[in-house]
């Protein structure tokens, strides 16, 4: 399998993984709605705002978006040639920039995001910080 299987392979999974979440959280507040459930008073299933919620998922949509874009353009390089010493100076960046972005997917997808009394993990926190960082700067670079 070819490297840019895999990272076609991590961007299917990051999908299926934004509609997984999204799905779940749906489910989980549908539970709550009918079962009198007030997530305000931190009495729900999970201690996340809809707000939060649909953030992480615009987030997420936007940063599968970008991948998207970068894997086009990577696919596009390794057409013309795999010689990384060809590539032109704008060619390597996308390379750096596209293996960078997967390094960053594969870390939201394997952070854990809710602990056992449903608060957002601390460790998630940090990595979703960091990816809106990287991915918000990297949109404003194309």
């Known amino acids: ?3 840019i299987n895999e990272l076609h392979q991590l961007k299917n999974f990051m999908y ?3 509609l997984d979440f999204s799905e779940a959280f749906s489910q989980i507040k549908e539970i709550e709605f009918e079962n009198n459930i007030d997530n305000s008073t931190n009495n729900g299933f999970c201690n996340i705002s809809d707000t ?3 953030e992480i998922i615009i987030f997420l949509q ?3 978006d970008i991948f998207d874009t970068y894997l086009g353009m ?3 390089i390794v057409d013309k040639s795999t010689n990384w010493r060809t590539y032109t100076q704008k060619e390597k960046e996308t390379v750096v920039a596209t293996a960078t972005i ?3 997917v594969k870390s939201l997808c394997d952070t854990p995001m ?3 009394y449903g608060e957002v993990t601390t460790s998630y926190t940090i990595a979703l910080k960091e990816a809106k960082e990287f991915i918000y700067k990297i949109s404003e670079a194309q």
Do not use: F, G, R, Y
């Open 52 to 54: 939060e919620i649909e």
């Open 74 to 76: 990577l696919e596009e």
């Open 62 to 64: 936007h940063t599968d």
């Open 102 to 104: 997967a390094k960053t």
């Open 16 to 18: 299926k993984n934004i």
């Open 114 to 116: 809710i602990d056992e």
């Open 1 to 3: 399998m070819t490297k």
